[in-house]
Structures are given as C-alpha cells and as structure tokens.
C-alpha cells in the first residue's frame, strides 16, 4: 500500500467497516463494458472499451478508479464507493481500471476478469477484498481463488478465460495507461475527468455531489 495512503485505510477501515450493509450496487444490470464514446470531460486515456463498468448506464457522472485488489487502501475505499453509488443511483458509473502495482495484483485481476466474464463480478469482488489480508503481496494469491470459489466462480473456467491473448493486450493497456497519465498510488480516482487529489471519504463524496449537481 502506498505510504501516503496508510493513515487513510486504516481510519476508513475502522470508521466504515468493510461488510456495511447498508451500502449496496444498483444491481438492475450486470457489469458492463465501458461504452464509447465516453462523457465529453473524461479523456479517452482514462476510459478504455475494455474496463469494468457498475451503476448507471447512462449515469452523467463517472468517477474511475485506478484500482489493486491486493492494495489495502483500495479495499479500505471500496464501502466508500458503494455508498455513494447507492446514493446516487441514476446518475453515477464507475468504471475500474485495473492497476498491479503488488505482488498478487495480477492474479486476483485474473479472479475478477474470470467471474466478470461469469456474471458474478460483484460477489466475486467482494469475496477477495475481504479475504484480502490472507493472500496481501502473495505473488500466487491461492487463497483469494479459494474465497472466489466460495461464492460461486468456477476457478477452472476462469484461469482458461484469463489465459487469453485478450486479457494480457488489456492488462498491458491499463498498465500503459497508468505511466501515460502518471498514476503512481492505488487507488487514484477521477470523476468527470477531476483527479481527487486528497484521497477520503468526505473528499470522494463532495466531488461526486459536486458533478451531480452540476449536470442536472
């Protein structure tokens, strides 16, 4: 984890809690693609054809994050984000561009490609996040296939999916994205092309209703 997120984690973590209930995705549609062409103030480099989508399809806001599933501020900001999107359910996506910067990261984006292409991205997602601190900067990330296993992914179909020439011309795009735009700590959010520059929950939450209100 980057040291300029250390401090933040660990207070999201303890104020925020990872299992909230209260925090939940618009689930009315599967994760999609990112569709093209993107809102006219996010610069083509920040969203790519290939990345995940959740929310609302056609949400006016989008806030990418340059995500690690090994990082642990990522995992510390990821009830954050579901609850902002669940406040704001017609109007904001989130598009996640992936960003191995730890030992492992690799290997849980082939965990999180292999339940996208299944259907069971979300539960997928969270089943890793949560066992994250059992498989943190472990280059094989077993464990985080056994928690993805547990809800469902069908660990065989996935490891062949992920396998493909396509996912590593993807990964080696999000990868080339990351030193083109200089992102260099995970996470890293946009929303509407507006770099966060103070990572939290309060400055996360004030951009976003800040973009809201301003396109209605």
Same mark, same amino acid.
């Given at each position: ?8 984690? #660990?207070? &999201?973590?303890? &104020? ?11 689930? *009315? ?10 809102? =006219? ?21 989008? &806030? ?13 900001? %990821? ?18 561009? %992936? ?8 290997? =849980? ?5 292999? =339940?996208?292409?299944?259907? &069971? ?5 969270? =089943? ?61 959010? %946009? #929303? ?12 996360? *939450?004030?951009? #976003?209703? *800040? ?6």
């Amino acid at each position: 984890m980057s040291k300029r997120f250390a401090v933040v984690a #660990v207070a &999201i973590l303890a &104020i925020v809690g990872f299992g909230v209930s209260a925090f939940y995705y618009n689930r *009315s549609a599967e994760v999609r693609e990112a569709q093209v062409p993107a809102p =006219a103030s996010v610069s083509d480099i920040l969203i790519r054809a290939h990345a995940p989508v959740l929310g609302a399809e056609n949400g006016r806001v989008t &806030i990418v994050e340059f995500f690690d599933p090994s990082c642990e501020a990522c995992r510390a900001m %990821y009830p954050v984000v579901k609850q902002i999107m669940a406040e704001h359910p017609n109007d904001v996506r989130l598009v996640l561009r %992936y960003a191995p910067l730890h030992q492992g990261s690799e290997e =849980a984006i082939k965990i999180l490609e292999g =339940a996208r292409e299944q259907g &069971i991205f979300v539960p997928v997602l969270e =089943a890793v996040l949560a066992s994250q601190p059992e498989w943190h900067d472990d280059a094989r990330a077993e464990r985080a296939w056994a928690a993805a296993s547990s809800v469902g992914l069908n660990v065989e179909r996935a490891r062949q999916t992920t396998a493909s020439p396509e996912f590593t011309k993807n990964l080696n795009q999000d990868v080339a994205d990351l030193s083109a735009i200089g992102v260099k700590g995970t996470p890293t959010f %946009y #929303v509407n092309g507006k770099v966060l520059s103070n990572i939290g929950a309060e400055q996360l *939450s004030a951009l #976003v209703k *800040s973009e809201v209100a301003a396109t209605r």
